[in-house]
């Protein structure tokens, strides 16, 4: 015969369910004490950059700053976390660059020396400098594979298209900030321009010369008068932007199954640089730059702190209202 004794009657109510055991040692307590040190530090760095905001970004750039960066080991890995998380979301592009441009700053980072006699030092800029090529090559060679399974149709266009211009997008903002060199921009457009399919390229070439393309023309303009810019002739850089310009030019003509996007981009960028670089569509509206959303928002913070301080602002003026009596119809008239 069953035993019967553990199942309730009826009428004794729901079971209650058992207690969850308290382990003595957490589970993140025991990875957190299996660590290292740059692990941990990288850690922390990866947080903050997940919370990494416009709103918050007082905070979390000095909370990056003071996080214990004190090997060189550590502050390469900072460097690439950041690279990282740029190419993953390019819509946050700028603010990266912007965070960039702030660690760039001497003093911001340590900076370490080389064991070797005379080397240069180890900074942040430099190191994410090296970070970017190293990312250049490593595309270019992913590019060229893709482009291999596009012609033999085991893979769709728009992937290859794509690829890397959350790359592209990176090195234009880093480009404003006088981060990049202009010689290297320069060099990977050239680069990009050498590829046979033309169609993978013409935006992010579009996107280097739309960033890049005042300067120059700047430096173009320094040609007759025989300027010299540091040890460089401003001659080579004309004439590859004049390459680029002929280059874009003749694919309008070579091409004529080209996309429309990608026409309309290049005739944009072509109508933008005989302007003088003056986009005439925003010449009313002008668009915040990061920095100025960053003081908006601290000004904001310091305003919830300091609610007494923003009283004048906060007054309404009340109007009165005046209501008119409807036109209603008589009922007696119908």
Request: proline share 5%; hydrophobic share 40%.
């Amino acid at each position: 015969m069953a035993d019967n004794s553990s199942i309730p009657e009826v009428g004794e109510g729901p079971v209650p369910p058992p207690c969850l055991m308290k382990a003595e040692v957490s589970w993140m307590s025991t990875v957190r004490g299996n660590l290292s040190y740059e692990e941990r530090i990288l850690r922390r760095v990866r947080g903050i950059l997940n919370k990494l905001t416009v709103e918050k970004y007082t905070l979390l750039r000095n909370q990056l700053i003071d996080s214990g960066i004190t090997t060189p080991s550590i502050l390469h890995g900072v460097a690439s976390l950041i690279l990282n998380k740029a190419l993953a979301e390019p819509m946050f592009c700028p603010l990266y660059a912007f965070l960039c441009s702030k660690l760039c700053v001497y003093g911001q980072l340590p900076s370490f020396p080389l064991d070797e006699h005379g080397g240069e030092e180890i900074t942040f800029r430099r190191i994410l400098l090296n970070e970017c090529q190293q990312v250049f090559e490593h595309e270019n060679v992913k590019v060229a594979e893709i482009r291999q399974q596009i012609v033999t149709g085991s893979l769709s266009r728009d992937l290859g298209w794509r690829r890397n211009l959350g790359f592209i997008k990176f090195v234009c903002e880093l480009s404003k900030k006088k981060i990049m060199p202009l010689k290297i921009t320069l060099f990977i457009v050239m680069q990009l321009m050498q590829h046979d399919d033309v169609e993978i390229n013409v935006e992010a070439v579009c996107l280097l010369l739309n960033t890049t393309g005042k300067k120059l023309d700047q430096l173009g303009a320094m040609v007759p008068k025989k300027i010299e810019l540091n040890d460089e002739s401003p001659n080579l850089y004309h004439t590859c932007h004049e390459a680029c310009v002929d280059w874009l030019k003749d694919v309008l003509t070579t091409h004529p199954q080209l996309e429309t996007r990608m026409k309309f981009m290049i005739h944009n960028l072509l109508d933008l640089r005989a302007n003088n670089w003056v986009e005439l569509r925003h010449n009313k509206v002008k668009d915040k730059m990061i920095s100025e959303l960053i003081s908006a928002s601290d000004a904001e913070a310091l305003s919830r702190l300091h609610p007494g301080a923003s009283t004048s602002t906060n007054t309404r003026t009340h109007r009165a209202v005046q209501f008119r009596p409807l036109n209603r119809p008589d009922p007696h008239c119908w």
